[in-house]
């Protein structure tokens, strides 16, 4: 049944609040499926199955699929258009109170699975970090999400659009970006573009860093204030005093008049390492940071 069938047939009125623009052009659903390379051995998490389109072609491809829904009223619905279905186990909920590891426990065997989602957009950033720190039990997502987001995953030093986000995935994943998708493959229609994006995730950081926490507020004081020099930023932001500053630079060989967006994921490690060295830590210390 089409998007519109569905909607008119169970009286669906989209919700703005919860981002629900429901994908009209089933090209872009294959495109999803062979990206995330999905078998009959894989099992898939998928967010937002809302009016269950993708949640279709994943139980048909894939040996088995969660799907987690936070409306309600959705479920109800997502319960009769999937109850051929054996191998669909919906769930009501929230997924960013979701706890991963319980999910794979009570509904997975294998030792990795998939995310294949057209996430909602509002919450885009915070499943993306989740997906992160969870990456010891995914394998691979493949999300759509707004085009300017997909730049930004992928994009590389010295271009606008890099920055925390930007290193955190790359730091743990390889970022393709699989295909544009226009607004009018949705209804109702996004005001913004879409991009299909696909993260082979590791469990081992790609660049080694010390420690991860000590790198992420490294990382955030640096962008912090994004038009000042590195060195500013990070005397004004992690409370260094102009020696410790001059030390850090000095010792890095990394020129404190760039600009955070220019510096590689291995030269903020190395301001991570120095930083470290400096302050006398061997991991993470709450007395450093206030
Ligand atoms: N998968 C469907 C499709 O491709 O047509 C719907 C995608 S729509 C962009 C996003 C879906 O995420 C909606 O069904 C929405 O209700 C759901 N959603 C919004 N917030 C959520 C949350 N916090 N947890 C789980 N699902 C959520």
């Known amino acids: 049944m089409k998007i ?66 936070k409306d309600g009223s959705l479920i109800k619905i997502l319960e009769d258009l999937l109850k051929n279905r054996k191998n669909v186990c919906l769930i009501n909920e929230d997924v960013l109170k979701l706890d991963l590891n319980r999910i794979k426990k009570d509904y997975f065997t294998n ?26 039990i995914i394998s691979k997502a493949v999300v759509m999400v707004q085009k300017e987001v997909a730049e930004r995953l992928a994009s590389l030093p010295g271009s606008k659009s890099y920055g925390i986000l930007s290193i955190a995935v790359q730091l743990y994943s390889d970022v393709e970006i699989v295909s544009l ?18 993260l082979d995730l590791q469990k081992k950081a790609k660049v080694d860093i010390p420690d991860e926490k000590i790198f992420f507020k490294i990382v955030e004081a640096a962008f912090a204030e994004r038009r000042k020099t590195v060195k500013n930023s990070l005397k004004n932001n992690l409370e260094l005093s102009p020696e410790e500053v ?15 967006e220019t510096l590689s994921i291995e030269e903020f490690a190395s301001i991570c390492r120095v930083f470290m060295e400096l302050k006398g830590m061997k991991g993470w210390d709450k007395n450093v940071f206030h």
């Open 4 to 69: 519109k069938e569905i909607m008119k047939r169970y009286d669906v009125r989209p919700s703005k609040r919860l981002g629900q623009h429901f994908l009209m052009d089933e090209s872009f659903l294959y495109k999803m499926i062979k990206a995330a390379e999905i078998t009959k051995e894989d099992e898939v998490l998928e967010i937002g199955p809302g009016l269950g389109v993708l949640t279709l072609k994943l139980a048909d491809y894939s040996r088995k699929v969660v799907a987690v829904e």
């Open 111 to 136: 030792n990795y699975f998939k995310i294949v989602a057209n996430l909602p957009y509002y919450i885009t950033s915070p499943i993306l970090m989740k997906v992160i720190e969870n990456r010891d």
């Open 181 to 198: 998708v226009g607004k009018g493959a949705f209804f109702p229609p996004p005001k913004v573009d879409s991009a299909i994006v696909k």
């Open 246 to 260: 001059d030390t850090i630079f000095q010792k890095t060989d990394i020129d404190g008049k760039r600009r955070a």
